[in-house]
């Protein structure tokens, strides 16, 4: 079987090197090679000797994404609807701050949890996303800035693209180590988020890794029965359930926990909701901090945003609570950044509502 040389580590990639005669330093040149440098294809490790590179171009082949569409929004945000070498596409949004730009990674394609407003889960899961996937879309992203906005990089990455990371949790855990590895991307991990729709279990597991990334729980309502509505998921692990883990998650890492809570107009945006939503969050004493989120129209779906009125009045009572709050800025709702969107568009759904598809830039391989 070829090897995955995306998705391993240096130690690995020692062993790798090894098993074809080589030194075991060959194999920390190539995982800098990958990560830090970005090289397009084997051809451009040029520390190697070039009938070394010819020779594992044969033995372990391995092809970056490609990209094939760009949208690019007028606050800095950039969309990109990656392939892999299997043809299979998911969606990495950039996004840019005061401090530095944040990735937006999927970890699936497609989602299996089938919430009913989001776009990534309106056709199930096609598959999940190998670590070196996941990676790739973050090397993609610095590729871009390199041209873009010279000296600058990634700093941060959210796991809030397609999927459910939980769902692939053997790849995203390589996925996180990975990213943090010095002589790769070098990203701390408290500047990683993993964000959930609530697979209890799992959330448990991830606070025993000892990775003291950010957990994000997708919360959506503060009771069970419009959270089952709206998150079918929510029957298998309740809220009950869901709260029980994330306070184990914040015991044990010490790290705050996020909530992300949509704002969908006359659903969940009133105040006794708010209330609601402060009387489950304060037994995490200081452990919590809600996340608001404008709902991003999905063309198919039958949901709206709040009204900023209500939004407003939604995060005054939160605070008021007691609980630490903020409304997400929105981003390039312009170029349909809610996740899934690009994707389902590029298949077929696609109108003219101000939608801006740039022809593929030409990608490295
Ligand atoms: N599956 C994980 C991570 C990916 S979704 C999760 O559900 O947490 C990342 C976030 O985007 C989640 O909080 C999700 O609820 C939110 N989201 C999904 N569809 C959205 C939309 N149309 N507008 C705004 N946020 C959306
Ligand atoms: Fe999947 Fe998250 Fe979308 Fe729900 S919100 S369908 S868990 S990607």
């Not at 051809?43 to 070039?50: H, I, R």
């Not at 809600?290 to 779906?301: F, K, Q």
């Not at 007691?322 to 696609?350: N, V, Y």
């Amino acid at each position: 079987m070829t090897p995955d040389v995306l998705s391993a580590g240096p130690q690995e990639l020692e062993a790798l090197l090894e098993e074809a005669g080589q030194p075991r330093f060959r194999g920390r040149q190539l995982f800098r090679a990958l990560w830090r440098e970005g090289v397009a294809d084997y051809a451009a490790v040029t520390v190697w000797p070039k009938a070394l590179r010819t020779a594992m171009a044969q033995r372990a082949p391995w092809g970056r994404a490609r990209c094939l569409a760009e949208q690019r929004s007028p606050d800095g945000t950039v969309k990109w609807l990656l392939a892999f070498p299997d043809g299979a596409r998911v969606e990495t949004v950039l996004l840019p701050h005061d401090y530095g730009y944040s990735l937006c990674v999927s970890s699936q394609v497609g989602c299996a949890m089938g919430c009913t407003f989001c776009a990534s889960g309106l056709s199930g899961r096609l598959r999940n996303l190998t670590a070196g996937e996941m990676l790739e879309q973050v090397r993609f992203a610095n590729t871009y800035l390199a041209e873009a906005d010279p000296g600058a990089r990634v700093s941060r990455v959210d796991l809030m693209g397609s999927g459910e990371p939980l769902d692939n949790y053997t790849a995203t855990v390589r996925f996180l180590r990975l990213a943090h590895e010095p002589e790769g991307l070098g990203l701390s991990y408290r500047h990683m988020t993993v964000s959930t729709s609530g697979l209890a279990p799992r959330i448990r597991r991830l606070a025993d890794e000892g990775l003291p990334v950010t957990l994000a729980v997708s919360l959506h309502a503060a009771d069970d029965e419009l959270r089952t509505r709206l998150m079918p998921v929510n029957q298998a692990y309740p809220l009950e359930a869901v709260m029980e883990a994330a306070a184990y998650y914040w015991r044990r890492t010490r790290r705050r926990v996020t909530f992300e809570y949509l704002l969908l107009r006359g659903l969940n945006d009133t105040p006794a909701q708010a209330r609601q939503l402060v009387a489950l969050l304060r037994p995490l004493d200081g452990g919590a901090h809600v996340n608001l989120i404008p709902w991003n129209p999905v063309p198919e779906l039958p949901w709206q945003a709040s009204t900023p009125a209500a939004a407003a009045r939604f995060l005054d009572l939160v605070q008021a609570g007691g609980i630490s709050c903020t409304i997400r800025k929105e981003f390039g709702r312009d170029i349909d950044a809610a996740c899934g969107q690009l994707r389902r568009r590029e298949e077929g759904m696609r109108d003219s509502q101000g939608l801006w598809v740039i022809p593929p830039r030409p990608g490295p391989g």
